[in-house]
């Protein structure tokens, strides 16, 4: 739920690209008549037919669907009457589409696992299994639940946003991402500045991950990540020969920053 157009249709183009299906509504009145399953709700506070808050409580009566309110209200008031009304999270605007699909992760990951259980339980069957860390290739795991990266069994010290590119880059990997879908990702949606930072940070991650993964940089597009399996790229479609070192710093050098 969200009456700002360019920031609902900026964060339906980020939640979409990570496998999201996502229905908009504009108004309390739609969000309230809207019917069908989902799986979360995320609802801005400053609706024009009437107060988030109020939309909140209506939706928590109705049933335990998680909840996330994104609002420009930052005051700690606001925050902790949206917690108390039913409330999962609570995400201050101005905000990264990254951002908000780590939090939204971290709800299901507190809801769902309840859920099967109860399930589960009807059913006579054993709890479900815990989910652990993401394996790439042979050598290389990433744990999004507690944002941490080993190498050979060895943690990689990763800074913060380094991390963040990584974990984008190994949703997919094999697939071309624009520099503006990287920024909007991992840095924000409003990100206007040079994009000379992400050439950085994918300058420390080919460094620190050497032998395990492959980016490689698309002249004029982006980059791509190609997980190394035995010694060699697991390349996907369009990869080649010419995807190595040279060509990657020879797109690095033609790409300019926007």
């Not at 109860?118 to 989910?131: F, R, T």
């Not at 744990?143 to 913060?160: I, W, Y």
């Given at each position: ?13 980020g ?35 009437a ?14 669907v ?24 609570y ?61 050979d ?54 460094r620190?991950l ?40 020879g ?8």
């Amino acid at each position: 739920m969200e009456d700002d157009e360019p920031v609902a249709a900026s964060l339906r183009r980020g939640l979409t690209r990570y496998g999201f299906e996502v229905d908009w509504v504009g108004t309390g009145a739609a969000a309230l008549a809207h019917e069908g399953p989902y799986d979360v709700v995320l609802l801005d506070l400053g609706l024009p037919d009437a107060d988030g808050l109020d939309i909140c409580k209506e939706l928590r009566q109705r049933g335990d669907v998680p909840i996330i309110v994104i609002s420009a209200r930052a005051d700690e008031t606001d925050r902790v009457v949206g917690l108390e009304l039913g409330a999962d999270d609570y995400v201050s605007k101005p905000f990264g589409v990254r951002e908000v699909i780590a939090r939204i992760r971290a709800v299901l990951r507190r809801t769902q696992p309840r859920a099967r259980a109860q399930a589960q339980a009807a059913s006579d069957s054993g709890p479900p299994p815990a989910a652990g860390p993401d394996r790439y290739g042979t050598r290389l795991t990433v744990d999004r639940k507690a944002a941490r990266v080993h190498l050979d069994g060895a943690e990689v010290a990763l800074a913060p946003k380094e991390y963040d590119l990584l974990a984008f880059l190994t949703e997919e990997p094999g697939a071309l991402m624009s520099r503006e879908q990287i920024m909007e990702a991992v840095w924000d949606a409003n990100w206007f500045g040079p994009t000379k930072t992400l050439d950085v940070h994918v300058a420390a991650l080919r460094r620190k991950l050497a032998g395990a993964i492959t980016i490689e940089a698309v002249r004029g597009v982006g980059f791509r990540l190609e997980i190394e399996r035995g010694g060699e790229p697991d390349a996907g479609p369009g990869a080649g020969p010419d995807a190595g070192p040279g060509a990657e710093q020879g797109n690095d050098r033609s790409e300019s920053s926007s």
